[in-house]
């Protein structure tokens, strides 16, 4: 089976404070992919992934950052975390290519005073 | 642009009544269409996929969805709902073949089953 494992299920911050959420899959999946899951809004993407140091931004890049430098690993920064950024983030693997199945982390709830 | 609209943020069925999940999708090539459930506190999983091949995909847990291209819908049915059903579910586009194509996910249905 697919596992996408995610270094924290919960997090809590003050603002300000820089944030590093840690992503890794273990079946050599060339995508990854950062989401964040809010209420009525569905998943909106932040940035993905196609390759080791390749990146694009999604639909919601601003105030995000991200790290690719192994395959297996996929890290979202958040260099200066406000309030607004307070949400359900999840990370994704992808094999290859667009109708390729995504396979999801559990997610990580993290929540900036 | 490519978009998913999903009609309805909450649907409310009895046990053993149809369930009906509406998505409509918009895309400028052939898309890729999917549908993820996501279980309290859990990450998503897939439930089914359209790829081009049949238009009416069978998934797991007895669910199935029919591509329509007339309607630009990929509707998601099951015949008789249980009460392990309650969940969130998703419907998403996935419009390029591509290694760079992003899914645009619609914004959920979340469903309940009442007794």
């Known amino acids: 089976d697919v596992k996408v494992t995610q270094s924290s299920r919960y997090l809590v911050k003050r603002t300000g404070e820089k944030v590093f959420l840690e992503c890794v899959q273990d079946m050599d999946h060339e995508n990854m992919f950062w989401y964040r899951q809010d209420p009525g809004l569905g998943l909106r993407l932040i940035y993905f992934s196609y390759d080791v140091k390749m990146k694009e931004k999604g639909d919601i890049p601003e105030g995000y950052s991200v790290s690719r430098e192994k395959k297996e690993r996929f890290s979202l920064i958040l260099e200066s975390a406000s309030t607004n950024q307070t949400s359900m983030y999840l990370c994704?693997?992808?094999?290859?290519?667009?109708?390729?199945?995504?396979?999801f982390g559990p997610g990580t709830r993290l929540t900036v005073l | 642009a490519q978009s998913v609209t999903q009609l309805g943020s909450h649907v409310s069925v009895s046990e053993g009544a149809l369930v009906l999940l509406r998505c409509n999708y918009s895309s400028s090539v052939p898309p890729y269409l999917f549908w993820y459930v996501q279980y309290p506190n859990q990450g998503l999983q897939l439930l089914l996929k359209y790829t081009s091949a049949a238009t009416l995909v069978k998934g797991i847990n007895g669910f199935e969805a029919e591509f329509k291209k007339s309607e630009t819908s990929f509707h998601l049915t099951k015949p008789s709902a249980h009460m392990s059903d309650a969940a969130e579910y998703f419907c998403a586009v996935s419009p390029g073949y591509s290694s760079a194509s992003k899914i645009i996910f619609g914004s959920g249905t979340r469903l309940s089953i009442r007794p």
């Open positions: 994704a693997s992808r094999m290859d290519r667009g109708p390729d199945t995504q396979y």
